[in-house]
Every structure is written in structure tokens, then in C-alpha cells.
């Protein structure tokens, strides 16, 4: 069945960086554009950042743009977001998503 489990997740301090990743199984992850998500305490999940089958596409959210970068490998089947000059606003649970399918996610605080 299809798995997505999302890791790199942490706390850091604002201006930071932290790289998540998200590990796939169970499709043909070559095959689908993957999202990521982020839902903060008492906030609905948002759509974060997206990349194409082949990584040439990329789409990201305003508060993101120009500060988070989303990669693939598709010969390991895993996503990436590099996520530099961090902000408070930044805390969340981010999720990797394909279809109607999600992860578990992975908590990140940005704070000093």
C-alpha cells in the first residue's frame, strides 16, 4: 500500500534551515506531482510547495517563495525541503502528500 514518511524535522532557531525528507513506497513515485503540506496548532493544512514528475515544475506558497526549495530523487523515491531563513510562522506539522494519500509528518519549531 502507499507510504509516505516524512523525517528531518526539529526545532531551530529563526534564520535557520532544516532539510525534511519524505520517503515513498507502495506507487510508481516517478509517476505523480508530490506536495508538501503544513498545518499549524489551531490552523487549517496548507499547501507549502509542489514538484512535478520529473522535478522540472515547482510551485510554492507566497510565505515560502525564495526561502524553501522542494527536490526529488526518483531513483530513491524520496522528496525534499530545504527550508532556509526560517521564521516563527514557519512552526508546524509539514506533511508529504500524493493523491489523497499522507504522511504522519514531522514537527517543526522555529523560536529563539
Known amino acids: 500500500q502507499v507510504q509516505l514518511v516524512e523525517s528531518g524535522g526539529g526545532s531551530v532557531q529563526p534564520g535557520g534551515s532544516l532539510r525534511l525528507s519524505c520517503a515513498a513506497s507502495?506507487?510508481?513515485?516517478?509517476?505523480?506531482?508530490i506536495n508538501w503540506y503544513r498545518q499549524a496548532p489551531g490552523q487549517e493544512r496548507e499547501p507549502v510547495a509542489s514538484?512535478?514528475?520529473?522535478?522540472?515544475?515547482?510551485n510554492y506558497a507566497d510565505s515560502v517563495r525564495g526561502r524553501f526549495t522542494v527536490s526529488r530523487d526518483n531513483a530513491k523515491n524520496t522528496m525534499y525541503l530545504q527550508m532556509n531563513s526560517m521564521k516563527p510562522e514557519d512552526t508546524a506539522v509539514y506533511y508529504c502528500?500524493?493523491?489523497?494519500?499522507r504522511g504522519q509528518g514531522t514537527q517543526v519549531t522555529v523560536s529563539s
Open positions: 502528500g500524493v493523491l489523497h494519500y
Open positions: 514538484i512535478s514528475q520529473t522535478g522540472g515544475i515547482t
Open positions: 507502495g506507487f510508481d513515485f516517478s509517476n505523480y506531482a
